[in-house]
């Protein structure tokens, strides 16, 4: 008989902790259990830059972790360093303050850098120009996103202009060195004519 019992008792315990457990589950739905992955990275970055462009305040909240949120930062025009970057409440009035000046993102090129259970890291290449003093220029970035709540969204973004490479100017040199070689030879042709007797 106290066998019998002590088997409904073990039995109902087994019942509470499924029960607790299953609330447990319920409660913590935000949570993800799906590590990150290179598809979801760049599907928040181009999600961020499109709702950016669009001054879709409202999406780019929802994308910015209000969690875990490291830091937005860039170089004038719309200067965020130290202190500010790291500021996620006057964030979303940024972003509009932005969007009144029109400023505008183009992504270039995405490489995911790694990705684990909890985030995922990533460096870009975007062409960012405004209507306060900044023609389309090149900028590069890194940035990270967080997988471990839903929705998926970034935690740091960080531009600055593209520097500035003297192997840049290699085919327009090889361009002047290719029309210089041309009118010397048309030059010396031109004498060697003029030298030789009719």
Not at 25 to 31: L, M, N, P
Not at 115 to 121: F, N, P, S, V
């Amino acid at each position: 008989m106290s066998r019998l019992l002590w088997r409904a008792a073990t039995s109902c315990w087994l019942l509470v902790l499924l029960a607790g457990y299953q609330g447990l589950q319920g409660a913590t739905s935000g949570w993800s259990s799906s590590p990150c992955t290179a598809d979801d990275i760049r599907h928040v970055v181009e999600r961020f830059i499109n709702a950016f462009n669009q001054g879709d305040i409202g999406q780019l909240d929802r994308l910015v972790s209000s969690q875990q949120f490291n830091w937005y930062s860039t170089d004038a025009p719309g200067e965020r360093f130290n202190a500010q970057a790291d500021d996620r409440g006057n964030l979303m009035a940024y972003f509009a303050s932005r969007h009144v000046q029109h400023e505008h993102l183009a992504l270039n090129s995405l490489d995911v850098t790694f990705t684990d259970a909890r985030r995922g890291g990533f460096s870009f290449r975007v062409t960012r120009s405004a209507d306060d003093g900044l023609p389309p220029t090149r900028y590069i970035g890194k940035g990270e996103v967080q997988c471990a709540t839903v929705p998926i969204s970034v935690t740091v973004w960080s531009m600055a202009r593209f520097p500035w490479l003297p192997i840049e100017l290699l085919p327009e040199a090889a361009g002047l060195a290719l029309v210089a070689a041309v009118v010397g030879a048309i030059v010396w042709w031109r004498r060697r004519r003029a030298a030789t007797p009719a």
